[in-house]
């Protein structure tokens, strides 16, 4: 059975524009003035954390700011264009669709208030040790959990770097790149698609 294994942030979650002004809420804070457009792209290719340890020596400290200012805007995140309508068409194909994301505690919350919960199995946050992407460990956790093949597993997400983490968990890649993302293909992702709806089709057509 195909399964789908989802990033949350900039893929099912329209969330960038809280991000990017959390970040830079921070960094003022810090007596800092980075480019927004530059630091956008910086978050897209690695991640607010690693962020952080670039432009900081103290990036603990501005990790826990920004989790706690981040997490009071969750009320201000909508769901990516689309990302209701494939979850609901996955689902009545009858692919599972599971989450594993950095985005914390908050995230079952944020998919519940947004209406998509019950499309969801399961929903993995990163942390309790759980090493950071790129690394394989959450989703072997999913893997393991539900007794996934492998094979027939895809992780969605729209960074270089939840393409790195697909290859390093030995299961295939889609890429979401929207047109507003700077991103680009990095050559590890099965697919690349500019629309969430075009997951169901690529379901339908290469596996059914």
């Known amino acids: 059975m195909i399964t789908l ?25 810090e007596g800092m003035t980075p480019d927004p457009a530059e630091t956008y792209k910086r978050l897209i290719e690695t991640s607010v954390k690693s962020f952080f ?30 990302a209701a309508e494939t979850l ?37 946050s990163a942390g309790g040790g759980i090493p ?11 893997i393991a959990r539900h007794n996934l093949d492998r094979r027939q597993t895809f992780y969605i997400g729209d960074r270089p770097i939840d393409m790195e983490c697909a290859k390093n968990a030995g299961v295939r890649g889609i890429l979401f790149l929207p ?3 700077p991103a680009s293909p990095t050559g590890l992702e099965t697919y690349t698609v500019s629309t969430l709806t075009e997951i169901p089709e690529i379901v339908y057509t290469n596996f059914h």
């Open 5 to 29: 294994l989802w990033d949350l942030d900039g893929t099912l979650l329209d969330s960038y524009k809280v991000i990017l002004e959390s970040v830079l809420a921070v960094l003022s804070r």
């Open 53 to 82: 340890g670039e432009v900081s020596e103290y990036p603990n400290r501005l990790w826990e700011r920004y989790r706690a200012l981040n997490a009071a805007r969750d009320g201000e995140i909508r769901l990516m264009d689309g």
């Open 88 to 124: 609901r068409a996955l689902t009545a194909m009858g692919v599972p669709n599971f989450v594993f994301t950095h985005k914390g505690e908050t995230a079952r919350a944020v998919l519940r208030r947004l209406g998509v919960l019950t499309y969801i199995t399961d929903v993995l």
């Open 132 to 142: 950071r992407k790129p690394a394989p460990d959450g989703i072997d956790l999913l």
């Open 179 to 181: 047109p507003s993302s």
